[in-house]
């Protein structure tokens, strides 16, 4: 049996079963393409009449030919554990043992405050508010482009970051220096809402709360704080208001690093570490931290404090040792 007759049905079998299971649509987006590639990887063949040897080789593949990352490796094998376990109800580990590549350790790049500052210095409207939200809220790219008017709670001076990495929610700082800048965005929104004559388009709302809330896409707590440049069809074939590509971000913060000529290569990500340094430098306590990033394991957070090379405190090099 191959999978050109049953390709498509497959994979629509793997898009339902991950919506059904409320995966994301970026990792939806990243299942289906391993899947593709392993099926195209052994000519074709129907992955129920493939099992555990066939996926290390295709694991092997990755890292001896492609020579794709741990982290890359990891995804690929994710995305074909799903497949087997949820989707054909063959778990791999019925068939045989798929070891898990080893993620070697990196110490991320952080910049410094006043690095930081150069590089928002360089960026201008939406894409200086991305970033500094990125850098005073610890936000990753695209929970930042996520961000809808309904997030901000400027009494309490808090960000809910909703549907973040593993589809969770959480609070963190709402920078003070951001307010003014929130605020003017939301008039705008307001009052390019009060001045059409007819509703615009509406944005995109998640799982079914268009069909449970006609009127929710056009409403103001729902509108993107920086919605796309125009609109989309959605999945259901709506035309759709989306937020700002994420890649548009990165784009723009790249080049504001570059232009700021700093050393040390960074991105988006880097705004995210610098704050999580910031904090711990000054004597934030490291379980508030893992709380406003939102990491599931303290470990992650620790990584930071090897950044900050704070356990080396007093110890001198033998080079300084005067006899």
Known sequence: MDATSKGPRLMERVRTTLRTLRYSPRTEKTYCYWIRYYIR???????????GPEVRRFLEFLAVERKVAAATQNQALNALVFLYRHVLEQPLGD????????????LP???SHQEVMAVLERLEGPMWLLGALMYGGGLRVTEACRLRVRDFDFERGSITVRSGKGDKDRVTL???GCRESIRERIRELEADRSERQVPGVPVSLPHALARKYPNAGTALGWQWLVPASRPCV???????????HPSAVQRAVSRAMRGAGLVRPGSCHTLRHSFATQLLQRGTDIRTVQELLGHKSLETTQIYTHVLGDRFAGVRSPLDHLP
């Open 41 to 51: 990887f052994h000519g074709i063949q129907h992955p129920a009449t493939m099992g």
């Open 95 to 106: 068939i045989g043992e798929v070891t898990r590549a080893r993620r070697p350790r990196r």
């Open 109 to 111: 790049v952080v910049l």
């Open 174 to 176: 709402l920078p003070p």
């Open 234 to 244: 959605d999945n259901d074939g709506r035309v759709v208001l989306h937020h700002i």
